[in-house]
């Protein structure tokens, strides 16, 4: 009985320890462990060697001194000081239409005709104001006659020459309403009415056809005439650039129709309020109307800083332009080549171009970039 214990109890531990190798072979870390990662270098594209590398010409960048620059783009609006509505203080229905939209009109030039009944009712009250002007005027004669035979008192004298006081302001008050209506006569007013333009213009807004209806100094206006000898350009400046505009300053002005053309305005308002959604600024700037600026169209507005800053400059020929981009060749070195983006700016004389980021003056770089990439890619 107690070989029989024995035998299992030792059997029991064989198992044990069995077991226990195997969850320890299990729980290695080095066998649970992932295989190491190989890293594989990969060639800088912008990295190039060439054979011979003095058979390029080489430059050295130059120092310009310039003023930064900052463009944006605008819209071409009308001065709004400069925008007259054309209104009608008659009520009534368009008989005649004498412009269109677009049209230059001169101060005075008929626009339209309406044919109103407060005329009518004008001229009704104006007929009133004379007879009653008549009349307060004969009894003032009679009662300055009764006065004077002493008929009767100095009180009742009063009484008639306030009467036909009165009566004189109401024939000036209802013959003011008949000219402000439109009338031109006081004896035989008609009943059509002649808009006339307040200024002289391009009428920029109609609201008015053959027939319709005009509501008086109600909305809307039948016309609306622009002094377009003046224009707005009111530009969208992000948040960021906001320090290079300033009240007065001057601002280069381009059109997308014409972008030969420089013409030359001043900011006259910086918006108060920014845009939340796309963070900018509305900037206006007044300029004179050189004849071929319309309401709606594209421009291009550069701003100049006040303080000049270093810069770059090195010939347009070691710049080359791949993939809307700048680039120069900087040596670097054991025959290698490395290509540098940059930022382009204005052209300058002699064939040189200035650079806004990217090399500093002093720095060498390839003087033909073209040659150089069609040599490094053979």
Known sequence: MRRTQMAALGVSIAVCMGSFGCSSAKSNPEKEAPPPLKIEKVEDRNVFTVEKPERFKFTAATEYMAAPELKVTGTVMPDISRAVPVISIATGRVVQIDARLGDMVKKGQLLLKVQSGDISGAYSDYQKAVADEKLANTQLERSKILFDRGAISQNDLQIAEDTEAKAKVDVTTTAEKLRVLGSNSLDKPSGIVEI?????????????????????????????????????????????????????????????????????????????????????????IEMANPGMMRPGMFVTATFHGREKQKLAAVPATAILHLHDRDWVYIPAGDNKFRRTEVVGGNMLPDGMQEILSGITPGQQVVANALEFQNTAEQ
């Open 196 to 284: 006339r333009a307040p200024i002289s213009g391009y009428i920029t807004d109609q609201q008015v056809t053959n027939a319709a209806g005009v509501p008086g100094l109600g909305s809307p206006n039948p016309f609306t005439i622009s002094d377009l000898s003046t224009v707005w350009i009111v530009c969208d400046v992000y948040e960021n650039d906001l320090a290079n505009v300033r009240l007065g300053d001057k601002a280069d002005i381009r059109l997308a129709a014409y972008p030969d053309k420089v013409f030359v305005g001043t900011v006259s308002n910086i918006g108060p309020v920014l845009d939340p959604n796309i963070r900018t600024v509305k900037v206006r």
